[in-house]
């Protein structure tokens, strides 16, 4: 069974910051991975998909990386901003579902 | 503007009265799916529909009902519904299971 887990579960950091969210899944028969933003109250936005036979993708200030053999994504921010609050999910593809982790909560001080 | 709707965004209910969510999308996408997240726990798919009339149950199924009988609307039906499913409830929809997802705004269910 597919298990995915994200590291930390909270994280606060002053605006400027550099930073990196973890992932990692269990199982990497995946067919991609997708990062998302939940803002409370709203539902999920997608930020980011890496197909299984992609390294990375890039969006902005946000960069993501696959490495299914070890079964890890990381997401990189870069140059935080207070806008950038919110908790980060990634979501790892199986058959016919996502299997989400639990998110990290990100907070990002003026 | 290419969107998935649900409805409604709130809802106190009361054990046992049967009620439905309704969920649309406008991308003309084949697949959708209902999810529900809790804390501590994550988002955990309840059910998936391939297309009109195709549906089976996920990891967490049990006390619910979906039907597809038109390839934009996925309803969730609770027929009789139980405190433990006092959750937020997403639904989500995408060119097939394996494309980028798009969910809905969330439906926060409360049973008393």
């Known amino acids: 069974k597919q298990e995915v887990t994200q590291i930390p579960a909270a994280l606060s950091v002053p605006e400027g910051e550099n930073l990196v969210l973890n992932c990692s899944f269990t199982d990497s028969a995946i067919y991609n991975l997708q990062w998302f933003r939940q803002d409370p109250g709203k539902g999920l936005t997608s930020l980011l998909l890496?197909?299984?036979?992609?390294r990375e993708q890039t969006s902005g200030r946000l960069n993501a990386s696959l490495d299914k053999s070890s079964g890890r994504s990381t997401l990189y921010i870069a140059a935080s901003q207070p806008g950038d609050s919110a908790t980060y999910l990634c979501?790892?593809?199986?058959?016919?579902?996502?299997?989400f982790g639990t998110g990290t909560r990100l907070l990002v001080s003026p | 503007e290419a969107q998935v709707t649900q409805n409604p965004r709130y809802l106190i209910t009361v054990t046992g009265k049967k009620l439905t969510v309704t969920c649309s999308q406008n991308m003309n996408h084949e697949y959708m799916s209902w999810y529900r997240q809790d804390p501590g726990l994550g988002l955990r798919q309840i059910y998936y529909?391939?297309?009109?009339?195709?549906?089976d149950k996920g990891d967490v199924p049990e006390g619910y009902k979906v039907s597809r009988k038109e390839k934009r609307n996925f309803p969730l039906i609770l027929e009789s519904p139980s405190p433990n499913q006092t959750s937020l409830y997403f639904c989500?929809?995408?060119?097939?299971?394996?494309?980028?997802?798009?969910f809905g705004p969330g439906t926060r269910l409360t049973v008393t």
């Open positions: 989500a929809s995408g060119t097939g299971a394996s494309y980028e997802q798009y």
């Open positions: 979501a790892v593809t199986g058959f016919q579902k996502l299997v």
């Open positions: 890496i197909q299984s036979s992609q």
């Open positions: 529909s391939m297309n009109v009339e195709a549906t």
